[in-house]
Nanobody, 118 residues
Framework: QVQVVESGGGLVQPGGSLRLACVAS????????MDWYRQAPGKQREFVAT???????DYSDSVKGRFTITRDNAKNTVYLQMNSLKPEDAAVYYC????????????WGQGTQVTVSS
């Protein structure tokens, strides 16, 4: 199984920015997609963004235009640049890794907490 470690969360005011990072290990070259998910208290984990090994991306409607996902394939690292943050973006953010066929490879990490508050 692939292990992931997320970092970069913190407390930010509405309208502010944060950059999350996630490093994956143990992949043996199997990772094709890398994703970000988030889970707010009392809610289900939801999809945020994905990027494939060619750099093609997709986003949830709620973050499109504000968040940018990028990736360093050589480092098995995925980033999430979050701009214009809103209180509703507050959540624990998790990353995942999938094979080319879409199978999840990851044991979910601890996530990184993002708090948006004035």
């Amino acid at each position: 199984q692939v292990q992931v470690v997320e970092s970069g969360g913190g407390l930010v005011q509405p309208g502010g920015s944060l950059r999350l990072a996630c490093v994956a290990s143990g992949s043996d070259g199997r990772i094709y997609f890398m994703d970000w998910y988030r889970q707010a208290p009392g809610k289900q984990r939801e999809f945020v963004a994905t990027i494939d090994s060619l750099g093609r991306t997709d986003y949830s409607d709620s973050v499109k235009g504000r968040f940018t996902i990028t990736r360093d394939n050589a480092k098995n690292t995925v980033y999430l640049q979050m701009n214009s943050l809103k209180p509703e973006d507050a959540a624990v953010y998790y990353c995942s890794a999938r094979s080319r066929s879409g199978d999840y490879l990851v044991n979910w990490g601890q996530g990184t907490q993002v708090t948006v508050s004035s």
